[in-house]
């Protein structure tokens, strides 16, 4: 499988063309752009979240952790003096980062369900129901970022298969060939589990297929090929020209 570095950087580059791409059509302004650009670099590194020695894992649950006990603490302003929600502060971070972090590693296997299609899925509904729910975004932002999540999980997804063909070493396509682009995983409870928590997700977050419709459409990806190449000229310097163009 590839490492987390080349994960990021791969995340980042297909993420920058696409929302490069978007762009070019007019679909989205910088600033959704850019969110849509970090959203396919998460995206990129996030099926390795089951993985033990995970560095995206460990910073995860540090963000989780601290995002989660400021929002205990928070609620509570009202109920509690600052020297009582400071410790409920740092109780509910120790809980997270610690306890919760511990079952999570305990109870998930590396390339299991959360290295999958679906997990891909997952992540970019939860993402856009965060975005919609939590920090009121509008929801053509949020489904944005949501599939750029899953834009970027795919490419992770896809990368791991190509390492696994292992077409530079010697011995031939490795055992692990398979075992990233799947989808589903071999235990069945887990497998349920996803598709169960998909379908709660997308519950609670508006449709995309309008959205969906609008970036696929023939007028989307004409825009994007008409532009996708320089029509003469490269960088506007001739002895950059291909022939032929």
Known sequence: MAGFNVHLAVGAMAGG????????AGLVDSQVGLLGFFAAMIGGVLPDV???ESIFLDLAFTVFALLGSFFVMFSQTGVYSVAELTILWLVTFLF???AVFELFVRFTVH??????VPAGVFF???TAALLIHLFRLPERAAWLAGLFVFFGYLVHLLLDELYSLNLLGEGGVLASFGTAFKFHSRDSWAT???YTAIALVFMMTPGVSGLLGELFSKATLDAVG??????GHWFGLPYWNIPGQ
């Not at 063309?17 to 070019?24: D, I, N, R, Y």
């Not at 390339?111 to 999958?116: E, L, N, V, Y």
């Open 96 to 98: 997270i980062k610690f």
């Open 17 to 24: 063309v696409g929302v490069t791409s978007l762009m070019v």
């Open 226 to 231: 008409a532009r996708f190449l320089p029509a």
């Open 50 to 52: 089951d993985a033990e």
């Open 192 to 194: 349920a589990s996803m």
């Open 111 to 116: 390339r299991g369900i959360f290295h999958s």
């Open 124 to 126: 970019g509904g939860v």
